[in-house]
């Protein structure tokens, strides 16, 4: 029998201090060690939840395997005694085991059976430890079945089965999760404009070559975890579910960053702020996250001079299918910023009074020639400049908002039938302005202040000379005055928006130099985040990393994870802040 290699390489000092200090800025050991009270669940254990939680942090710092017995191994074996003294578990440790294990781990002189028993030693201690860190914050109705294999079915059943009181937990462990998440980013510089960005990871915990079908077919290694089909993380997969032969169980966590503006030494800089578990790319999730980032305490407050403007969320085109996202996140004081998939990028939807949206953009009744325009030349596949060129003139026809949308009840007038449904539909109501009357285009109506006949027209002639020698842009085919719809007969208009409606308009037309500016520093940002996430040094979410079955403590790790890489990118930035010494090295 092979005995059993321990790793007994020191834990890095200065990895040691970022640990034992987030967890001391995050405040987690006093809000966990506040809802045992509250639940009663005060127990005797091995080590503190202090100790648990940099043990927990070391891990990722140290780029070891999330397990709980090597967490224990790095805490009985790779620890000095002057860290262990420093985090208050010198005397809880075993020091028999812990010498016959450090002993071995350098020599190889011990027998395989005891090195076994005293592993195992270890490991039940530190074990003891963890389940009453999770107690008070692990909401997952499946405790004490994570290691059945079950069906499909008989996971959903007993999902349906959560009280207030599972609910009550994850919202517990969403608040412990954004305290460590938090604690890596405690003030922000200048510089930093409050504006999110939103984007979901997945953190694989099972990989299987292929997906059971049928009524009786079988979950995953975890029944918190849920299918997950993305090309991106297994390329060349079918992502279409019925037909799906590869793949993976998977936790889906929805992170919120906000960015740094102006850019940092040419490098645009994202840290995140919220971490949310589970109900990954979800409404609830998403939304759930920009509260959390709100909360952070990071984002300063909006001034009165900004207070009829939003901040915007940058998300990708998952949140954007969702019809009740932007309601949500326009009620939270932000404006969603994202891109259309390419099989709908250049459909126009009709709001009425003539106007349509265009790649989200609301454009005027007398500029759909140049909308016709612009989709010849993509179904022609003209060069990216021209089109481009196309769209910057149709920019300029766009309708620009007045004011803030506000939601209203769609209710028929008078009394309501006892028949009637109970559930109301529920319309936005936008005020867009004529671009005319904003001063960005020359419209023929927008002289309506002018008498009829041949001297209003030569006067309009006169003044389309004008506009056109001071190089500003002429509608193509304005309505005439007998057919001119609602919105030409004013300078702006109130709309009323159903949720489809809604979900398709945007502040800035898809594909235009204001929405990059909107929304392609924020995705390249991101990007760099979740790439550094993935294959960073020292916090990497691989597929071969955590090895244990429950995605509340995993959910945890994933917090620390991010933790880790705010920490790294402020100090390559040098915006880290300075840590507290311990009381004996303070000058």
């Not at 669940?41 to 070391?58: A, D, E, G, S």
Request: charged residues 25%; neutral net charge.
């Amino acid at each position: 029998m092979m005995t059993p290699r321990i790793n007994d390489a020191s834990v890095n000092e200065f990895a040691f201090a970022c640990a034992l200090e987030l967890v001391r800025r995050s405040g987690a050991v006093e809000r966990i060690e506040r809802w045992n009270q509250e639940d009663c669940n005060v127990r005797q254990v091995p080590f503190q939840v202090r100790v648990v939680l940099v043990v927990m942090q070391l891990l990722i710092a140290e780029n070891e395997q999330i397990h709980w017995r090597q967490a224990a191994l790095l805490l009985g074996v790779r620890m000095s005694d002057q860290q262990l003294r420093e985090l208050g578990a010198y005397d809880a440790v075993d020091h028999e085991d812990r010498k016959l294990l450090r002993r071995h781990a350098r020599y190889r002189c011990e027998a395989p059976d005891r090195v076994r028993k005293a592993q195992d030693r270890m490991y039940m201690a530190f074990k003891r430890s963890v389940d009453a860190l999770l107690e008070p914050v692990d909401g997952s109705p499946f405790k004490g079945m994570r290691r059945r294999r079950m069906a499909t079915a008989e996971v959903m059943r007993i999902r349906k089965t959560m009280t207030e009181a599972h609910h009550a937990k994850y919202d517990r462990l969403h608040e412990l999760l954004n305290l460590l998440v938090r604690a890596s980013v405690p003030v922000l510089p200048q510089g930093w404009t409050g504006s999110l960005i939103l984007d979901t990871t997945i953190i694989p915990v099972g990989r299987r070559t292929q997906k059971y079908f049928g009524p009786e077919k079988l979950h995953g290694p975890d029944p918190d975890s849920d299918w997950t089909t993305l090309d991106r993380y297994f390329p060349g997969s079918n992502t279409d579910e019925t037909n799906c032969m590869h793949g993976a169980y998977a936790y889906g966590m929805t992170i919120a960053k906000t960015m740094a503006m102006p850019e940092l030494d040419g490098v645009s800089l994202a840290v995140a702020l919220a971490w949310h578990q589970p109900n990954g790319g979800t409404t609830a999730g998403g939304l759930a996250a920009i509260d959390g980032g709100r909360a952070s305490g990071a984002i300063a407050p909006q001034t009165a001079k900004h207070k009829d403007k939003y901040r915007t969320v940058v998300t990708d085109m998952g949140f954007s299918d969702k019809l009740d996202f932007k309601p949500g996140a326009h009620a939270r004081g932000y404006e969603a910023i994202h891109n259309y998939r390419k099989m709908d990028i250049n459909k126009t939807t009709d709001i009425g009074h003539g106007v349509v949206l265009f790649r989200g953009a609301p454009v005027c009744p007398g500029a759909h020639s140049l909308i016709d325009e612009y989709q010849k030349l993509a179904s022609k596949g003209v060069d990216h400049d021209t089109r481009q060129a196309k769209l910057a003139e149709i920019e300029k026809f766009t309708m620009v908002r007045r004011g803030l949308p506000q939601p209203k009840q769609d209710r028929p007038p008078g009394r309501p039938r006892k028949d009637a449904p109970t559930t109301v539909e529920t319309k936005h109501s936008v005020t867009f302005r004529c671009p005319a009357a904003a001063g960005r285009v020359f419209c023929a109506l927008a002289c309506s202040d002018l008498d009829e006949g041949d001297a209003r027209l030569a006067d309009v002639a006169r003044k389309e000379q004008i506009a056109h020698d001071q190089g500003m842009l002429i509608m193509p085919t304005p309505p005439t005055p007998s057919t001119a719809p609602a919105v030409c007969e004013q300078d702006s208009l109130t709309f009323s928006l159903d949720d489809y409606q809604y979900k398709r308009w945007q502040v800035a037309m898809v594909g235009t130099q204001k929405h990059e500016e909107l929304g392609k520093g924020g995705r390249a940002a991101d990007e760099a985040f979740h790439g550094f996430m993935k294959s960073g040094s020292g916090a990497q979410f691989r597929e071969d990393r955590f090895l244990i079955v429950n995605g509340t403590a995993i959910a945890i790790f994933g917090a620390m994870v991010v933790a880790s890489v705010n920490q790294s990118l402020l100090e390559a930035h040098d915006l880290h802040t300075p840590m507290t010494p311990p009381e004996d090295e303070a000058a």
